[in-house]
């Protein structure tokens, strides 16, 4: 099949289109609480278990859609997951059952790993030579939704305007996207290498997805891990752990989060110009795990600010894209099973991280960090091995 630039371009800006609605979609409820909870007669609590419904349809779903993508094509699966998205918009606002509104969250939830599942892939497909920075941009356009929907919130909130109108709108951006989507000509699932013409065979030996593959896929949970601990916690480790205000503590996120937009355009041009991700996924984890100990060591207002940039800026700006575009490397012909497996253990982390440092922070704040760097640490031991591996099967200066 050929694979036309033009249609590349289109398709990648549909697929960044989606992603901006994608991380609406996941924290909407929470800013729209007041509304949501009197609709569904409930509390923050209530809402906290409609929301949980999300994380649900992401992890048990993930994994079949990385599967099925593979076997019946990108296309699909982002229109899937645009449906999914559709699905909630509408039927939350005409909802008032609480466990009714908990499943439209699953289609949440579903309608993410349909779109990760159908986009991953396909932004490597198209762009074969600049996956990586492909792969990482994507971070801006989550991002860009995240900063977009709290203005939208405080604009209807002003003017006491329906909340209904913002999700219709969601609604209506996800079908005029769709339509510029139709038309388009997907590249070949098979495509692997730089180029849109024939085909250039990298390997030198045999990747085992039992080896390399299982260890890229822990990478998932352990570069996602690094930041969520930093992201959750990293406020109450300053209250408690060096007596900084509540204002000045939750100040620290918007520094982290400026350092991962910042990150995001750095890392893109760094692995287009400079570097292969196979070299990123070490040293980005190792510049984490050095921060944090400096961290551990120097607890002080200051040293909070240098970890909220410095984390956001090597943990949050692209490793776990980067790890998946080594891991779509290895196992070309298994590009959606990569990302279904990978992102189902880096949502795992989600769950995973709530349960245990918790508890040690209650011991020692401290603690929450020690364990940062051990995660940290072990990311870039996995990427080491996986490295190791890499060189015995992939000809370095093909990809």
């Keep these: 099949m050929e694979n036309r630039k033009v249609n590349s371009y289109g398709i990648v800006g549909s697929i960044y289109a989606n992603y901006i609605i994608q991380s609406i979609a996941l924290i909407v409820i929470m800013q729209f609480s007041q509304a949501l909870s009197k609709q569904l007669n409930t509390d923050i609590v209530g809402l906290g278990y409609v929301a949980s419904g999300i994380g649900i349809g992401k992890i048990f779903l993930m994994f079949v859609g990385g599967v099925l993508s593979d076997k019946f094509g990108r296309k699909l699966f982002i229109y899937l997951g645009m449906i999914c998205y559709a699905i909630f918009f509408v ?3 005409f909802c008032t059952n609480i466990h009714i509104a908990f499943c439209l969250a699953i289609a949440v939830g579903a309608g993410n790993s349909f779109l990760d599942t159908g986009s991953m892939p396909a932004l490597t497909e198209c762009f074969p030579g600049s996956a990586s920075s492909a792969s990482v941009l994507i971070k801006a356009f989550i ?13 209807f909130d002003t003017y006491k305007i329906w909340y209904g109108w913002a999700f219709l709108g969601f609604t209506a951006y996800l079908i005029i996207n769709s339509l510029l989507l139709l038309p388009q000509q997907f590249p070949h699932k098979d495509t692997t290498i730089k180029g849109c013409e024939g085909s250039v065979n990298y390997f030198t030996g045999n990747p085992r997805f039992e080896f390399e593959g299982i260890l890229l896929i822990i990478m998932g949970f352990t570069t996602t891990a690094t930041f969520v601990i930093i992201l959750q916690w990293l406020p109450t480790i300053a209250i408690k752990g060096v007596n900084m205000s509540d204002i000045d503590a939750k100040q620290l996120i918007s520094y982290y989060s400026t350092a991962s937009i910042i990150s995001v355009f750095v890392t893109a041009f760094v692995v287009k110009r400079f570097l292969k991700p196979i070299f990123c996924i070490i040293i980005l984890p190792v510049l984490s795990a050095l921060v944090l100990i400096v961290f551990y060591f120097n607890m002080s207002p200051v040293m909070c600010v240098i970890a909220a940039i410095g984390v956001g800026f090597t943990a949050a700006g692209g490793v776990l894209q980067l790890t998946l575009v080594v891991m779509q490397q290895l196992f070309p012909t298994r590009k959606g099973l990569a990302v279904g497996c990978m992102y189902t253990f880096s949502g795992l982390s989600f769950v ?22 051990f995660i940290a640490t072990s990311s870039a031991v996995l990427g080491s091995i996986v490295f190791y591996r890499f060189k015995k099967v992939i000809d370095l200066t093909k990809i």
């Design 143 to 155: 991002s860009i939704g995240t900063l977009v929907l709290p203005f939208i919130v405080t604009f």
């Design 91 to 93: 039927g939350i606002i």
């Design 352 to 373: 995973v991280i709530p349960q245990i440092v918790p508890k040690l922070a209650m011991l020692n704040v401290s603690y929450a960090i020690l364990i940062d760097i």
